[in-house]
C-alpha cells in the first residue's frame, strides 16, 4: 500500500452508496486519479464542502498495487472555484472543462502541461477573463497538448503557407489543407481564425484577452475545435451536447 500526497484539480465528483463519493483528480506527478472519500456523505464529513468541481486541494490517499481505485484520506482546500459555478452557465461551463481532461488526461501518466492549462484558465475565470474566449483558448490548447491539433500555419500536404484566403477542413480529417489540397468541400477557416488560433499558440490567456475577437471568430473557433475533438474521440462530450441544448432553449 502506497501513499501519495499531491495538489490537484478535482474533475469530477459522483455518490457511492449511502455514505461515499467516488472523487476524480488530476494531479501533475500521477496524471489523472479516483479514489472513494468514505463517508463523505455524511452529515459532519471530515471532508466536509473540499469535494467542489473544479477546486484546487492538497490530497492525500492510498494506492494499492493493481487497483485502479484509491483511498482518500484527506482533502485540504487550496482554492475554491465556486466563485465560477454560481449561475447556470458558469456551472455547464465547468462541467465542460473538467470533461475535456476527464476524455483526454490518462491515468498514473504526469499530466504537468494539462494540470498547468486546467489551473491557469480557472485562475484567470477566477479573476474575470471573458469566458467564451477562455472556452476557446482551453479547448484549442486542449487538442494541441493531445497532439490532434491542426497547424494554423501551413499545409501539411503540399507544404505551401496558408494564404490570405484562409484554409479549409475536410469533413472527414482533422487536419486544415490549403485550398488546392482541401478542394471545395468541407469546412472554410477564415484567415481571421487562423491568426486567432496562432495567437492563442502563443499567448498567454490574459494577454489573448487584451484584445478580444468577436464573439462571431471565437463562434468559428469553437465549430473547428469541436469538429477537430469529435473526429478524434468519434463522440461529442457530453456537457457539450447540455451546453448546445441548454442554450438553444434560452
Ligand atoms: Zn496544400
Redesign the pocket.
Known amino acids: 500500500m502506497a501513499l501519495h500526497t499531491a495538489e490537484a484539480l478535482i474533475l469530477d465528483v459522483r455518490d457511492l452508496h449511502d455514505r461515499d463519493r467516488i472523487v476524480t483528480f488530476l494531479t501533475r506527478e500521477f496524471g489523472k486519479k479516483k479514489g472513494v472519500a468514505r463517508g463523505a456523505r455524511v452529515k459532519h464529513s471530515r471532508f466536509g464542502g473540499q469535494l467542489q468541481p473544479l477546486a484546487k486541494v492538497a490530497v492525500t490517499w492510498y494506492e494499492k498495487e493493481g487497483q485502479d481505485l484509491g483511498r482518500i484520506s484527506s482533502v485540504e482546500l487550496v482554492r475554491t472555484a465556486h466563485p465560477l459555478q454560481t449561475d447556470l452557465e458558469g456551472i455547464l461551463l465547468g462541467s465542460y472543462l473538467a470533461d475535456h481532461l476527464l476524455e483526454f488526461s490518462q491515468e498514473g501518466e504526469a499530466s504537468d502541461h494539462f494540470y498547468r492549462l486546467l489551473d491557469s484558465t480557472i485562475q484567470a475565470l477566477l479573476a474575470g477573463v471573458d469566458r467564451d474566449l477562455a472556452t476557446r483558448y482551453f479547448e484549442s490548447w486542449v487538442l494541441r497538448l493531445a497532439g490532434v491539433f491542426p497547424s494554423p500555419t501551413?499545409?501539411?500536404?503540399?507544404?505551401?503557407p496558408f494564404p490570405p484566403e484562409g484554409a479549409m477542413l475536410p469533413r472527414s480529417g482533422e487536419m486544415l489543407?490549403?485550398?488546392?489540397?482541401?478542394g471545395p468541400s468541407g469546412f472554410a477557416v477564415s484567415p481571421a481564425a487562423l491568426e486567432l488560433l496562432r495567437r492563442i499558440g502563443r499567448e498567454s490567456l490574459p494577454v489573448a484577452a487584451e484584445r478580444a475577437p468577436s464573439r462571431a471568430l471565437l463562434r468559428e473557433v469553437e465549430d473547428l475545435c469541436a469538429q477537430v475533438r469529435r473526429y478524434f474521440l468519434q463522440h461529442e462530450l457530453r456537457s457539450y451536447d447540455v451546453i448546445q441544448r441548454t442554450l438553444a432553449k434560452v
Open positions: 501551413a499545409c501539411p500536404e503540399c507544404g505551401s489543407l490549403c485550398l488546392d489540397c482541401g
